[in-house]
């Protein structure tokens, strides 16, 4: 089972900024829309009967909130098919949640239940240009022993929690 979630960029309105113009209401979304839009590059915004820039307003009453993407996978097996279908769809997410149930040493065990192992979870992330990974789904037969679990991803793919 695998999702993946991918949030756009937003234009953010600075809040503090906002509060110094004379808009209310509808007018403050007005003016958004209009930062939004890059087609109005070199066009003029009246506020309180004066024209302003689109950069000059976007600059000073807006900031870009960076979209990120967040990926989910689990209860798979490792085989050349799901790992090419999974790497496409995890490719350069922000965030991967990805099962490691198993220490690599049991694959055997793994791919008898189909699930994945601490160097398997590795490998996707490392091949996907994940910025960081999130692991979950261990196997009852390490106990409480995550720390093993995160030791061994971490050997090949650092960013782990």
């Known amino acids: 089972m695998g999702y993946s979630f991918e949030y756009k960029d937003r234009l953010l ?16 979304g007005e003016f958004k829309q209009f930062l939004e839009d890059e087609g109005n590059r070199g066009k003029e915004f009246i506020i309180g009967g004066k024209p302003f820039k689109w950069e000059y307003l976007r600059e000073q009453f807006s900031y870009i909130q ?47 239940v189909y699930h994945l192992t601490t160097d398997q979870t590795a490998f996707i992330a490392k091949e996907a240009d994940v910025k960081k990974l999130v692991v979950f789904h261990f196997s009852r037969r390490y106990g409480n022993n995550r720390e093993k679990i995160l030791e061994e991803i971490k050997q090949l793919f650092p960013e782990v929690e």
């Open 13 to 28: 309105l600075k809040k503090d900024r906002i509060n110094e113009l004379p808009l209310k209401g509808k007018e403050i």
């Open 66 to 112: 960076k979209g990120i993407k967040i990926s989910y996978i689990t209860d798979v097996v490792f085989s050349k098919e799901n790992v090419k279908k999974i790497i496409n769809l995890v490719k350069n997410s922000d965030v991967l949640y990805c099962e490691s149930v198993f220490l690599s040493e049991d694959k055997e065990q793994a791919s008898k």
